[in-house]
């Protein structure tokens, strides 16, 4: 009888440890959840011509991930929610970058992104942008404030605008887009911060400069 009762203990331990071993080797190498999206560009405004740059993933490690990347899409609809571009985006692994060029007329628009694993989880996110068609400085330390003086859009870098040798006074400038409020760059760091929406005016120091603001990021310098 106790030779029965021992060989029973033996037997349920057994099986015990089994299933805690399943278990972990099931919590270490099953990893499944949906695809994680992260808009890079373009973020808040951009320029006419830009690249869309977007990183999917999918498992926290490849070598343990179950459910790698299969396919994924966008469209970019305009104010009216319609949509005027939109196409397949291409995706493997559990990692992808992706770049697509775009160009679009100046106006406000919402990219929307979808993905799906191999799995058949599915995510989707919803950015708002702007399309600008010109970027200026404007305040008294460059003429007033009825009027921007306009910057180049850099040759190789559509999001970076310039004004090359170009005299301030004395006084406070902010950088907008469109001649108009309705996007602008503020900040309170001379001589380079990173303006923000309705940010401050930027009080400057007198000087001859080359002027730069990155659109996509806000960031500016005068050197």
């Not at 740059?53 to 305009?78: E, H, M, N, R, T």
Request: overall charge negative; aromatic content about 8%; glycine content about 10%.
């Amino acid at each position: 009888m106790k030779r029965s009762v021992f060989s029973f203990l033996i037997l349920a331990a057994g099986f015990l440890m089994l299933q805690s071993c399943d278990n972990g080797n099931a919590d270490v190498t099953i990893f499944d959840s949906p695809p994680a999206i992260d808009v890079i560009k373009p973020v808040n405004v951009t320029s006419s011509s830009f690249n869309l740059k977007v990183k999917f993933s999918d498992g926290a490690v490849s070598s343990i991930s179950s459910s790698p990347l299969k396919l994924a899409s966008y469209q970019i609809l305009d104010s009216d929610d319609e949509i005027v571009e939109e196409g397949p985006l291409t995706v493997s692994g559990v990692i992808t970058e992706v770049t697509e060029a775009l160009s679009l007329e100046s106006g406000s628009y919402k990219l929307v992104l979808l993905a799906e694993d191999t799995n058949g989880n599915e995510a989707a996110d919803t950015t708002a942008f702007k399309v600008v068609g010109s970027v200026g400085i404007i305040g008294d330390a460059v003429g007033g404030w009825g009027s921007d003086v306009n910057l180049t859009k850099s040759a190789t870098d559509p999001d970076v605008y310039t004004l090359p040798n170009y005299t301030i006074g004395t006084g406070q400038v902010k950088f907008r887009a469109d001649d108009d409020w309705a996007v602008n760059w503020g900040g309170t760091a001379f001589p380079e911060g990173t303006g923000t929406q309705d940010g401050d005016n930027i009080t400057v120091t007198p000087g001859t400069y080359t002027i730069t603001i990155d659109i996509s990021t806000g960031k500016y310098s005068f050197k």
